[in-house]
């Protein structure tokens, strides 16, 4: 009796051991997976224009979902405050000024410039191609619109989307003012191209049913590359102004035009994690969703909100340059509110480290991993970051505190530039706002970050400005 115990204990036994090295061998299995990478970048969206950022009637149900199954970041920055050097941040890794995108004269690309992202730089797409991915943008690129700087001579596989802000290309609008033009918004007064990979298909481009066809294009390039790894760079021109959204989503929001197009987004987000989970690569897909730069406040009720941050697009308040950052990845993700510093320059860094591929070792990487962070909730690699202003430097952070040697205001007519010679202090920690000055109490903690910023600079070369130059008519 005694044996026959012995061997039901040891089968049990076995059994057990078999099936949790088999679990543990498919765990190893489903790690060396390449994980699919979705970036969704909106225009102009502020930090506080989501509803699990604060906003009170601007309802953005899926994002929020995002949040909640996710980690949602409160100190998450973008490179620049304003597009063109922001989006070259993003996909290379590296600060604007190490690529030229970023210019003192200029603050982006126009329809009539003649420069865009350099071929020595390495794109996020390029990087992850080493690693076999099948790679797509979608929506604005503003790295470029001639033919050398489109996303498909930059590792993108394809390309759908507008080559640069939904603004541009005026036209049919001499005599009215800027109130008429873009409160009252009408397609005919902008003239942007929308193309597919280098060609043009339409022009202008109906902004009515942009956001609604990049998600369809969206669901579209997951369903065809389901079965390998692939990067979707999804690149909303909204909310940045002009406004326009579908029937289907006019006057759905209480904050009015603005906060329609918001919801739009939000929605088209909701079928690509629905899409996601159908084709059964939820689990095997990182989300990351963020936006360009803070709200273009000049535009009244047409812009959104930075909620208790200091101003918005253009400047190095934080309003101009801390966004919403939410990441998603079910069953993989440590869940919860990350206050550690990230910024989109990180992106290249973590993808490049889930894909298992080497950052180049020929060039300064800005970005850290920020892997320790979503799965083990460990401290943030980075613990700094540089607010630059076209080419010069206005501000710097370490740690809680952040250092303004130069301060200028969002883009309004009469910005004035004001030099510091005794530079602000501020400890966001418990003043985001940015609203007490307590340089006079540290100046110990500014001698430290300026010390942290001229090591910075010491390591900088400056190369051309890609955004000057421009054909005159």
């Not at 039901?8 to 498919?26: D, G, H, N, P, Y």
């Not at 989307?161 to 009408?186: Q, T």
């Not at 070369?461 to 421009?470: S, T, W």
């Amino acid at each position: 009796m005694k044996t026959y115990r012995i061997i039901i204990i040891l089968s049990t036994c076995f059994s057990f051991f078999t099936s949790f090295a088999q679990e543990s061998v498919k765990e190893q299995l489903e790690q060396k997976v390449k994980p699919n990478i979705i970036i969704i970048f909106a225009d102009d969206l502020g930090y506080g224009d989501l509803s699990c950022y604060g906003h009170p009637t601007i309802i953005t149900p899926h994002l929020d979902r995002m949040a909640t199954e996710g980690q949602k970041w409160t100190n998450f920055y973008v490179a620049a405050s304003v597009c063109t050097p922001s989006r070259a941040g993003l996909i290379t890794g590296r600060y604007p000024i190490r690529s030229g995108m970023c210019s003192d004269r200029s603050r982006v690309l126009f329809p009539n410039s003649t420069g865009g992202i350099p071929a020595k730089e390495i794109t996020i797409a390029e990087q992850l191609k080493k690693a076999g991915y099948a790679t797509a943008a979608i929506g604005k690129w503003h790295l470029g619109h001639l033919k050398q700087y489109l996303p498909t001579n930059n590792g993108f596989d394809s390309y759908f989307g507008i080559p640069y802000s939904n603004d541009m290309d005026r036209k049919n609008a001499e005599g009215l003012s800027r109130k008429e033009i873009f409160w009252d918004a009408n397609i005919k007064y902008f003239d942007v191209p929308i193309l597919k990979d280098e060609d043009i298909v339409e022009r202008p481009a109906n902004q009515h049913t942009l956001t609604k066809r990049y998600n369809e294009a969206a669901v579209k390039f997951i369903k065809e590359n389901k079965g390998a790894p692939f990067f979707l760079y999804l690149a909303h021109n909204l909310p940045h102004v002009p406004l326009f959204a579908s029937e289907e989503f006019k006057g759905r929001s209480k904050r009015g035009i603005y906060g329609d197009v918001v919801q739009e987004i939000d929605h088209g987000i909701g079928e690509i994690l629905k899409t996601l989970k159908e084709t059964g690569i939820d689990r095997k897909t990182l989300v990351v969703f963020t936006s360009d730069n803070g709200p273009w406040l000049s535009y009244q009720d047409h812009g959104g909100s930075a909620g208790l941050l200091k101003d918005g697009k253009g400047t190095t308040w934080e309003g101009g340059m801390r966004v919403p950052g939410i990441f998603w990845w079910p069953g993989k993700l440590k869940l919860g509110i990350v206050s550690d510093i990230g910024s989109t320059l990180d992106l290249f860094t973590t993808a490049s480290s889930l894909a298992d591929i080497e950052l180049p070792s020929d060039r300064i990487i800005d970005g850290v991993d920020l892997s320790s962070v979503l799965f083990e909730k460990e401290r943030s690699e980075r613990d700094n970051l540089i607010y630059y202003r076209g080419q010069t430097i206005y501000a710097a952070r370490k740690g809680a505190y952040k250092v303004h040697y130069i301060t200028q205001t969002s883009y309004v007519k009469d910005s004035k530039k004001i030099n510091h010679d005794q530079p602000l202090l501020f400890n966001l920690e418990v003043d985001p706002s940015e609203k007490y000055n307590i340089a006079k109490e540290h100046s110990e903690i500014i001698q430290e970050i300026n010390k942290m910023v001229e090591i910075h600079k010491s390591g900088i070369i400056y190369v051309k400005d890609q955004l000057v130059e421009r054909i005159r008519k």
